[in-house]
């Protein structure tokens, strides 16, 4: 309970006092996932497209029987400040994964391997970042389509990121682009006089 309470304590503070520095817009880093069936170590990326909302690529594996490429779309909202965050997502997960099927005459297990799989993955977490890392914690459930007997199967992540692109660096590049395209629309002066002199000619 006390370790808790230091974990809450620490995340309280950490989150107010960076309260004011920027958000990331991009951040790619490592995940380490724990179901009850095997760990799995993965590359992780984010990227922020719009207010509040980023997409996330995970690619994991146990280096084994199981790898999976899982593509996300989460939405962020603050707890504390900008810098401490909950968040929860929907997205897709294709891979190759082991499977357990239990037959009704022996009650033995069978263990396949190799099997193509698809699925739907939902994703709820907190996130933390300091300085230039995300650090976050999700829970993770994939419900199967296709490709393995288990229908639902969860996981929990642990993901450590490094921030290489700051949301007001990523805002000021987005500002540039449309003030160019703005630019590059508008028409010059002496070229709307000239079509107005033509129109009444």
């Known amino acids: 309970m006390k370790i808790q309470l230091s974990l809450i304590s620490i995340f309280f503070f950490a989150s107010l006092t960076l309260s004011h520095a920027q958000r990331y817009g991009t951040a790619v880093g490592l995940r380490f996932g724990n179901s009850n069936l095997y760990r799995t170590v993965g590359f992780t990326a ?61 009650n033995q297990i069978l263990h396949t391997y190799g099997n193509s799989t698809v699925g739907v993955d939902l994703i709820g977490g907190v996130e933390l970042t300091l300085l230039n890392a995300v650090i976050s914690l999700d829970y993770k459930p994939n419900v199967n389509i296709a490709g393995r007997e288990e229908f639902y199967r969860g996981q929990v992540g642990i993901s450590a990121r490094m921030v290489l692109v700051k949301s007001k660096e990523q805002k000021k590049k987005q500002r540039q682009r449309q003030k160019a395209k703005n630019k590059s629309q508008k028409i010059p002066l002496n070229e709307q006089f000239n079509s107005i002199f033509k129109k009444k000619n």
Do not use: C, M, W
Request: no cysteine; charged share 25%; net charge neutral.
């Open 46 to 106: 984010q990227q922020r497209i719009a207010k509040e909302l980023t997409v996330e690529g995970i690619l994991q594996s146990d280096f084994k029987l199981n790898t999976t490429f899982t593509a996300l779309l989460e939405k962020h909202r603050p707890i504390i400040s900008k810098r401490f965050n909950y968040y929860y997502g929907v997205g897709a997960t294709f891979g190759v994964e082991e499977s357990f099927v239990k037959e009704p005459e022996s």
